[in-house]
């Protein structure tokens, strides 16, 4: 209980640092961003009727899930985009000296305001798309993007972890982070053979697009898949971080 | 002036070779060059491509390439001049002898030469690998549309400077940044040429600078006499130059008197 409100005081203090620098900027100009880039997918469909059966709503709702899920990641789990600068910086003595998690207090230490911008563009998108109109889909919604929130933060553990083997790997662990969000927000109904299971369990862009929108559809599978895949990439982000540790203290 | 033009070829050379010498900056871009064109292709082919202007998808990826060699070859200096004025090294800098606006520039240039290289190296082997084939042009057409592609990376380059010197009043670029690369993604013609567009958005982008700066440039990509003449591109992007270079110098300014007298 004590160590849920010491990480609630840090989310708390985090996120009113973010609203003081430039909050309102970064937020209408991410919220404008998204909106742009969505009018890609507007001119698309105006050209084309499907891609492999799915339709602007269901590539809106991939899109919003992207969005928001990501918004959510860096609000709540900013601190996790740093953190390969922080391993290979040696800031990360600090965290292992305090009697905190310190997966979980380095993910809170930080809170990006452009985050806002994703979540609010996030919602409106999956209104627009129209797929989460009543109860059932939308709790089913609120699950798959619970998931999303997990994969993406697990998947950007993992490859930030690479600082404790290969040094200073910040700005590769940034890119490949940036390739999953880009990965996610197009189609990934499109791939077959290794390209397809590549976006489930490499860049799992597809757990992060793919799956919500089929979950909210009525797939049971993609539900059973979701729930699956997002067990498995918070294990791996756990166990690499752990391994990451021993290796680190040995070092 | 002799002295002048030294100093900022110096600076662009060593921002040159610094870029090319940096595999993991190089290989970051190109990378995503690659996984673009990939995702296009899937794209274009999961598609009833019958629909599109009669373009054939090759067509199409060929032009996404020209337009992705211009994109990815702009060097993200807002950033860095971003980051000298939250540190305050910016009014640091200003003592210096030589404009900073100006190294800035040659830097920008420098580093997007770089850039044009590298990604117009794998753009090409990577589209050729797709789609089997090479656009219908001549190879003179073909360099042409590479050399304005720099043209034009060398224009944007002026937009990211004056795009970073506004952190002088908001502390913050990015967010300007984000919105001129969705602008001329959507606005430039960035994945489908503007033939396809809605009326009102095609003329609407049109009194941009976007098309001029991106689309229309690719556009030779898509054969069947698609573009303009090479004149008419030259001297776009040109006056595009020259504006954009007045309305750096007016920010600059602006930015420089606001530092000093802050």
């Known amino acids: 209980m004590q160590k849920l409100k010491f990480y609630g005081h840090l989310l708390r203090l985090n996120l009113k640092s973010s609203v003081a620098s430039g909050f309102w900027l970064q937020m209408l100009f991410m919220v404008l961003n998204n909106g742009i880039f969505w009018i890609i997918w507007l001119i698309f469909f105006r050209t084309f009727d499907q891609i492999n059966g799915w339709r602007l709503p269901q590539v809106t709702l991939m899109y919003a899930t992207a969005q928001f899920a990501w918004g959510i990641k860096v609000v709540v789990f900013g601190g996790t985009r740093n953190l390969a600068r922080v391993i290979s910086d040696g800031e990360f003595d600090g965290f292992l000296l305090q009697p905190r998690n310190p997966l979980l207090h380095i993910a809170t230490t930080r809170s990006f305001a452009s985050g806002w911008g994703d979540i609010l563009s996030g919602l409106a998108l999956v209104g627009i798309s129209g797929l989460v109109g009543h109860i059932g889909p939308a709790l089913l919604y609120a699950f798959a993007l619970g998931c999303a929130v997990i994969t993406f933060t697990a998947a950007e553990v993992i490859l930030h972890c690479m600082a404790f083997w290969l040094g200073p790997t910040n700005t590769l662990s940034r890119q490949l982070t940036e390739y999953i969000i880009m990965l996610s927000c197009y189609p990934q109904n499109i791939y077959h053979g290794w390209l397809k299971a590549a976006m489930y369990f490499l860049l799992p862009a597809a757990v992060i697009g793919l799956l919500p929108v089929e979950l909210v559809q009525g797939s049971a599978s993609a539900g059973f898949a979701l729930a699956g895949l997002t067990t498995f990439f918070a294990a791996t982000a756990g166990i690499t971080f752990h391994r990451g540790i021993k290796r680190y203290i040995g070092a | ?262």
């Open chain 2, 1 to 262: 002036m002799k002295i002048i033009v030294a100093r900022f070829w110096a600076v662009a050379k060593q921002a040159f070779l610094r870029r090319m010498s940096s595999v993991l900056e190089q290989s970051g871009r190109t990378i995503l060059l690659a996984i673009i064109l990939c995702v296009w292709w899937k794209l274009w082919q999961a598609t009833d491509f019958g629909k599109f202007a009669g373009f054939r998808p090759k067509d199409a990826l060929w032009y996404l390439m020209a337009t992705e060699w211009i994109v990815l070859s702009i060097p993200y200096t807002h950033i860095d001049i971003e980051a000298e004025i939250r540190s305050g090294d910016f009014a640091f800098n200003l003592l210096r002898p030589g404009s900073y606006a100006g190294y800035q520039v040659a830097n920008g240039i420098g580093l997007s030469t770089a850039n044009w290289i590298a990604i117009g190296v794998v753009g090409i082997s990577v589209t050729y690998a797709l789609t089997g084939s090479l656009p219908d042009l001549t190879l003179a057409r073909f360099a042409s549309v590479g050399l304005l592609g720099l043209l034009a990376a060398w224009a944007c380059t002026l937009v990211m400077v004056t795009l970073g010197l506004l952190a002088v009043w908001t502390n913050d670029a990015t967010p300007f940044a984000w919105v001129w690369q969705k602008l001329q993604f959507v606005l430039g013609g960035l994945m489908f040429p503007l033939s396809i567009y809605p009326g009102w958005l095609k003329r609407l982008a049109e009194w941009t600078p976007f098309p001029h700066l991106l689309g229309n440039l690719a556009t030779p990509m898509l054969g069947s006499g698609e573009g303009g003449g090479l004149l008419m591109a030259v001297l776009q992007v040109g006056l595009w130059v020259a504006g954009f270079s007045l309305i750096l110098s007016f920010v600059f300014q602006r930015a420089v008197r606001r530092t000093l007298a802050g």
